[in-house]
């Protein structure tokens, strides 16, 4: 039997363990994540394990709801401490959850504890953790985990304030339109009061997005990141499009769906014109329960995946842009892991296409396993661009040390069975889990 959370941990083979070793030490590029640029900026200290833990994390409220928790110790009033408790009274039943192994790894990695954590142990834990963590600050953090970039997610209106290159990391924003796709007053309002003009066209609003958008590549941004429940319709053309945005505030679903399509091409071309990344997250149905909604609001752990994901929707988007020259860079995420054969498939089609790390749902052992063997066998696995964190925690860099581990087990898998060479596995290793994602990003060393 193994230590716990030992040095083995995931690693099934000698060759496993041989090639875990070559990455463990890598350098970090986290090219998707929420984390807050201006806590990187400031120097931001915890108070204690739980705002660390619990201040913003979904996945941790969604699993405390899971096993029974009032909302009280999730969302609600209760202080820092008793809603760790009641992490830690629910902990040893997320046996096989993600949610596990990061937990005991970031004990692990951040503060030397290799105790299970639970009920019992909670608070000696608290006070171990919580008397280093008065001595560290997030970039400490950061450099504890050889983070060299951060991209993080921004609104188009944001001033942008607080990305730079702080000790060994570099910040740089990511433009996410999101909200200004909606076309909503305030949304627009803000855009144009940022871009220096009115919004009152749809020439109007391509203009500020523009604007906007090279101001963002004045702070360094190299990616850019669309959200979406579903993919984007076929282009409806300028005089459709200019029509739609004249009456954008009694527009039906569809018609917002249109628009939206023009906008998100506009948009595609204007990345591919400056050399950018554009990432599509897709497959999200959110907010699912709507008595829940008003008491907890947005990203609080009631989102799920769609179960349908029209991918032929993505052959005609690249189509449309690539008849335009307008084809940028372009990683796919989608939540549903049903369609990532289509999306790898997909990828040989057309240049420059990447099938994404598993997201959300699908960061687990096993869900990050069979995405990478999905990509392998549609794909190729050596074009992989590794991991990210895709959270709001700065503790979730642990999240890099779990998907070397897997992948170390699974490609150690093809090593020990003699069907791949151990030489060309280390440097298939290197490249998945660092110098990949440099060279699509253009990071220069």
Same mark, same amino acid.
């Given at each position: 039997?193994?230590a716990f959370f030992g040095d083995g941990l995931l690693l099934n083979s000698p060759a496993a363990e041989t090639l875990y070793r070559e990455v463990a030490d890598l350098p970090i590029i986290d090219y998707h994540c929420h984390l807050n640029e201006k806590e990187i900026r400031d120097g931001h200290k915890f108070a204690n394990l739980g705002e660390l833990w619990l201040g913003?994390?979904?996945?941790?409220?969604?699993?405390?709801?899971?096993?029974?928790?009032?909302?009280?110790?999730?969302?609600?009033?209760?202080?820092?401490?008793?809603?760790y408790l009641k992490y830690a009274e629910i902990f040893p039943q997320l046996c096989g959850n993600p949610l596990y192994y990061w937990t005991q790894l970031e004990l692990k990695l951040l503060f030397g504890i290799t105790e299970p954590f639970c009920a019992e142990s909670a608070p000696r834990i608290w006070a171990a953790a919580n008397e280093q963590l008065g001595r560290m600050?997030?970039?400490?953090?950061?450099?504890?985990?050889?983070? %060299?970039?951060?991209? =993080?997610?921004?609104?188009?209106?944001?001033?942008?304030?607080? #990305?730079?290159?702080?000790?060994?990391?570099?910040?740089?924003?990511?433009?996410?339109?999101?909200?200004?796709?909606?076309?909503?007053?305030?949304?627009?309002?803000?855009?144009?009061?940022?871009?220096?003009?009115?919004?009152?066209?749809?020439?109007?609003?391509?203009?500020?997005?523009?604007?906007? @958008?090279?101001?963002?590549?004045?702070?360094?941004?190299?990616?850019?990141?669309?959200?979406?429940?579903?993919?984007?319709?076929?282009?409806?053309?300028?005089?459709?499009?200019?029509?739609?945005?004249?009456?954008?505030?009694?527009?039906?679903?569809? %018609?917002? &769906?249109?628009?939206?399509?023009?906008? =998100?091409?506009?948009?595609?071309?204007?990345?591919?014109?400056?050399?950018?990344?554009?990432?599509?997250?897709?497959? =999200?149905?959110?907010?699912?329960?709507?008595?829940?909604?008003?008491?907890?609001?947005?990203?609080?752990?009631?989102?799920?995946?769609?179960?349908?994901?029209?991918?032929?929707?993505?052959?005609?988007?690249?189509?449309?842009?690539?008849?335009?020259?307008?084809?940028?860079?372009?990683?796919?995420?989608?939540?549903?892991?049903?369609?990532?054969?289509?999306?790898?498939?997909?990828?040989?089609?057309?240049?420059?296409?990447?099938?994404?790390?598993?997201?959300?749902?699908?960061? =687990?052992?096993?869900?990050?396993?069979?995405? @990478?063997?999905?990509?392998?066998?549609?794909? &190729?696995?050596?074009?992989?661009?590794?991991?990210?964190?895709?959270?709001?925690?700065?503790?979730?860099?642990?999240?890099?040390?779990?998907?070397?581990?897997?992948?170390?087990?699974?490609?150690?898998?093809?090593?020990?069975?003699?069907?791949?060479?151990?030489?060309?596995?280390?440097?298939?290793?290197?490249?998945?889990?660092?110098?990949?994602?440099?060279?699509? @990003?253009?990071?220069? #060393?």
């Amino acid at each position: 039997m193994k230590a716990f959370f030992g040095d083995g941990l995931l690693l099934n083979s000698p060759a496993a363990e041989t090639l875990y070793r070559e990455v463990a030490d890598l350098p970090i590029i986290d090219y998707h994540c929420h984390l807050n640029e201006k806590e990187i900026r400031d120097g931001h200290k915890f108070a204690n394990l739980g705002e660390l833990w619990l201040g913003g994390d979904h996945y941790k409220w969604r699993a405390m709801r899971l096993c029974g928790v009032e909302e009280f110790y999730i969302t609600g009033e209760a202080d820092d401490y008793a809603k760790y408790l009641k992490y830690a009274e629910i902990f040893p039943q997320l046996c096989g959850n993600p949610l596990y192994y990061w937990t005991q790894l970031e004990l692990k990695l951040l503060f030397g504890i290799t105790e299970p954590f639970c009920a019992e142990s909670a608070p000696r834990i608290w006070a171990a953790a919580n008397e280093q963590l008065g001595r560290m600050t997030v970039n400490d953090l950061l450099r504890q985990f050889r983070v %060299e970039y951060v991209a =993080t997610t921004d609104d188009p209106a944001s001033p942008l304030e607080a #990305h730079g290159v702080y000790g060994g990391t570099e910040v740089r924003p990511t433009f996410r339109p999101d909200r200004m796709l909606t076309c909503a007053p305030d949304a627009l309002r803000e855009l144009g009061e940022a871009a220096g003009l009115r919004v009152e066209t749809l020439d109007d609003m391509k203009e500020a997005l523009r604007r906007r @958008l090279i101001f963002f590549r004045s702070k360094g941004c190299r990616i850019a990141d669309h959200g979406m429940d579903f993919l984007p319709l076929p282009d409806c053309g300028e005089v459709r499009a200019a029509e739609l945005f004249a009456r954008r505030e009694a527009l039906t679903p569809h %018609e917002v &769906a249109e628009l939206n399509a023009h906008l =998100t091409a506009y948009l595609a071309g204007l990345y591919a014109g400056e050399g950018m990344v554009m990432q599509l997250h897709f497959g =999200t149905f959110r907010n699912v329960n709507a008595a829940a909604f008003p008491q907890v609001g947005r990203d609080a752990g009631y989102d799920v995946m769609r179960s349908v994901v029209n991918t032929d929707a993505l052959v005609d988007f690249f189509n449309t842009l690539e008849g335009r020259g307008a084809l940028p860079k372009v990683i796919l995420y989608s939540l549903n892991p049903g369609c990532v054969p289509a999306l790898a498939a997909l990828s040989g089609a057309f240049p420059n296409i990447r099938v994404g790390a598993a997201w959300w749902f699908n960061d =687990t052992v096993q869900g990050i396993r069979r995405q @990478l063997e999905t990509v392998a066998e549609y794909a &190729a696995l050596g074009t992989s661009l590794g991991m990210l964190t895709d959270s709001r925690s700065f503790a979730s860099y642990v999240r890099f040390d779990f998907f070397r581990r897997i992948l170390a087990d699974m490609v150690g898998g093809y090593v020990e069975r003699g069907e791949f060479d151990p030489k060309q596995a280390v440097e298939l290793m290197k490249g998945i889990c660092y110098g990949n994602i440099r060279a699509f @990003l253009g990071l220069k #060393h």
